[in-house]
């Protein structure tokens, strides 16, 4: 119930209930709803300062979920960078296979070392742009690892692997010690 219908049932008239109510006003007492507006206050500004800690942490959160991000975006382009690395890699290998290279993995060695693969670039159409310079560049500078159609007739060697013919010719070696110690003995017995 408003103050100005509880004084005009006390029998008040409309010029001091105006009275009233600017004395309290000029006084700064105001009439609220509230029993006790001091513990409503109170709990008001506990509740705000809640709020208020909450909203701290949850930026801490999210400033920590977007530095997570920004690390998994870096990791993201790291790796496709990598990718992309062995996409040019796989495409300078099949240049110098075509080309008749002898020792492949010596070239794209050569080429890396060299800086010459920064002049390659994998376009977004996924061609390569720039191969046919570097191939022709390591052919002209590492002449003696391109064979002519006729040395390489019987097929190409990279590094580590061996033609079948050599594999099948190398099969009478001893696979283990006692085989080894057998095929010494028989040597030295003829």
């Known amino acids: 119930m408003e103050l100005e219908k509880i004084l005009k049932e006390q029998g008040y ?5 105006k009275a009233i109510l600017d004395a309290m006003a000029a006084g700064k007492l105001y009439v609220s709803s509230v029993e006790k ?14 709020l208020e800690q909450e909203n701290a942490q949850l930026q801490k959160e999210t400033a920590a979920k977007g530095a ?20 040019l890699n796989l ?4 240049a110098l296979t075509k080309e008749g290279a002898a020792d492949v993995d010596y070239m ?12 390659v670039k994998l376009e ?16 002209k500078d590492f002449s003696a690892q391109f064979g002519t159609g006729k040395d390489n007739a019987q097929g190409l ?19 283990t010690l006692e085989e ?11």
Do not use: C, F, W
């Open 68 to 87: 997570g991000k920004e690390e998994t975006a870096a990791e993201i382009r790291q790796l496709q960078e990598t990718v992309k690395k062995a996409q």
């Open 37 to 50: 507006p001091e513990d409503t206050i109170r709990q008001l500004q506990e509740a705000k300062a809640k």
């Open 13 to 17: 008239t409309a010029e001091q209930i």
């Open 180 to 190: 080894a110690i057998a095929q010494k003995l028989s040597e030295e017995e003829a």
């Open 91 to 94: 495409q300078l290998v099949k």
């Open 124 to 139: 977004d159409d996924g061609s390569v742009s720039g191969m046919d310079v570097l191939v022709e560049g390591l052919k």
């Open 108 to 119: 794209v060695y050569q080429a890396e070392r060299s800086g010459r693969m920064k002049n």
């Open 157 to 175: 060697i990279r590094t580590g692997l061996k033609k079948l013919e050599e594999q099948a010719a190398a099969d009478d070696t001893p696979q």
